[in-house]
């Protein structure tokens, strides 16, 4: 285990216990169970303006704060993934425990932990008696884990409506490695999946010249495929990659020829593609080996990168209230899945993600240890107060 920055007493630190009150809500994507109620009544009685909308059975919290030429967020989800196979938890995943230094239960990494760091630290903030200098935002969905639809990517639409542009947004994701601090998300590729029916004509396997196998012309699209050569990617941001992630010719009989064959693939892409890019890329491919095809996309997500500008910069705040608390400075990645950073992304701001470690996150008995959390809710405080106080 890495060695433990020096950390103040338990009881000085509310988000242990704000983090259990959000671990015990069972808010399975798109129900929030209460959690946002909860957080939007203790932001109500420090002095924050809140709002919440229900779009089509996701809920969407909006709170805020202050004034001034800037406008800094907080942006994070309340739902969680299912726990699955409840007998193989060790506590109830809804149930909040800590065991040897270690909270334990569903959303304790991802990312209940982040929200209630963020609340602990906001609370200190505001209880310093000193006016902010910019406005401060709270962007809250219970549709992070779903498809996204009607959660991230609504409140920025809803940001753009208001006439609301952030300067800065720092998303709670868990982006740790071994101890709070250690890596920041700066960035994340794109994603995008699809799915493509190769047509051809059903036969007799003994008369393959009456026949059009599918299957054949499929394996044909699947070496193209796998010969692409991707951009291999730099130091700040990783290549494009293709992974085939199922195939189907439909019910099997051995001695039959297909006649239809379906692959499904995702792409991870690189800031030097677009959507429709790798769509007319992919077209175009599928063309050389035949005409008889059809090609769905879902689940599109553009990638984004933030810069680190200059030392009045989120990246730079970011890194020295890491620093005053750990003595270190983080590493800048950009790995990992999609996230909701890519909604707030704009060409004139900067996102960056910074959480608990995500070593568990989705999996049975999802856990952390309170000093890690600890650790957050001291970073949050430092930025913060460095971004919000003169």
């Given at each position: 285990m890495p060695e433990l920055p020096k950390l103040k007493?338990?009881?000085?630190?509310?988000?242990?216990?704000?983090?259990?009150?959000?671990?015990?809500?069972p808010s399975i994507t798109p129900d929030d169970a209460g959690c946002q109620a909860w957080i939007i009544e203790k932001?109500?009685?420090?002095?924050?303006?809140?709002?919440?909308?229900?779009?089509?059975?996701?809920?969407?919290?909006?709170?805020?704060?202050?004034?001034?030429?800037k406008t800094y967020a907080f942006a994070g989800h309340t739902d969680v993934v299912p726990p699955g196979k409840?007998?193989?938890?060790?506590?109830p995943p809804f149930?909040?425990?800590?065991?040897?230094?270690r909270l334990i239960g569903r959303g304790a990494a991802d990312m209940k932990t982040g929200v209630a760091a963020m609340l602990a630290a906001t609370e200190k903030l505001i209880a310093a008696n000193q006016t902010l200098t910019q406005q401060f935002v709270w962007l809250?969905?219970?549709?992070?884990?779903?498809?996204?639809?009607?959660?991230?990517?609504?409140?920025?639409?809803?940001?753009?409506?208001?006439?609301?542009?952030?300067?800065?947004?720092?998303?709670?994701?868990?982006?740790?490695?071994?101890?709070?601090?250690?890596?920041?998300?700066?960035?994340?590729?794109?994603?995008?999946?699809?799915?493509?029916?190769?047509?051809?004509?059903?036969?007799h396997v003994a008369y393959p010249d009456y026949a059009d196998n599918a299957i054949h012309k499929m394996n044909a699209l699947l070496n193209k495929l796998n010969t692409i050569k991707w951009e291999q990617g730099s130091?700040?941001?990783p290549g494009t990659s293709l992974q085939i992630t199922h195939i189907n010719?439909?019910?099997?009989?051995?001695?039959?020829?297909?006649?239809?064959?379906?692959?499904?693939?995702?792409?991870?892409?690189?800031?030097?593609?677009?959507?429709?890019?790798?769509?007319?890329?992919?077209?175009?491919?599928i063309k050389q080996v035949t005409k008889q095809y059809t090609i769905e996309w879902d689940r599109p997500c553009e990638p984004y990168l933030t810069t680190n500008v200059n030392e009045q910069c989120l990246i730079h705040s970011i890194e020295q209230a890491i620093f005053r608390h750990t003595g270190k400075f983080p590493l800048l990645s950009t790995s990992g899945g999609t996230s909701d950073g890519r909604f707030f992304k704009q060409p004139y701001n900067q996102v960056v993600e910074i959480g608990v470690p995500n070593?568990?996150?989705?999996?049975?008995?999802?856990?952390i240890q309170l000093s890690d959390l600890m650790l957050l809710e001291d970073i949050y405080t430092s930025l913060l107060f460095d971004l919000f106080t003169e």
């Open positions: 007493p338990q009881a000085q630190y509310l988000s242990i216990d704000y983090a259990k009150t959000l671990i015990d809500k932001l109500t009685a420090i002095g924050f303006s809140c709002q919440q909308f229900n779009i089509n059975g996701v809920l969407n919290m909006v709170a805020s704060i202050g004034q001034g030429k409840r007998e193989l938890w060790q506590t149930k909040a425990t800590v065991k040897q230094g809250i969905t219970s549709d992070e884990e779903g498809e996204a639809e009607y959660g991230s990517q609504w409140l920025q639409t809803y940001l753009t409506e208001q006439n609301i542009q952030l300067d800065a947004c720092i998303v709670g994701e868990p982006t740790s490695n071994a101890l709070t601090g250690d890596t920041i998300k700066v960035g994340r590729r794109g994603s995008v999946s699809f799915k493509v029916n190769v047509f051809g004509k059903q036969g130091k700040d941001f010719s439909g019910n099997f009989t051995d001695n039959l020829v297909p006649d239809k064959c379906s692959i499904c693939f995702n792409i991870r892409y690189s800031a030097k593609w677009s959507q429709s890019m790798l769509t007319r890329f992919i077209e175009d491919l070593n568990t996150i989705h999996q049975v008995n999802e856990n």
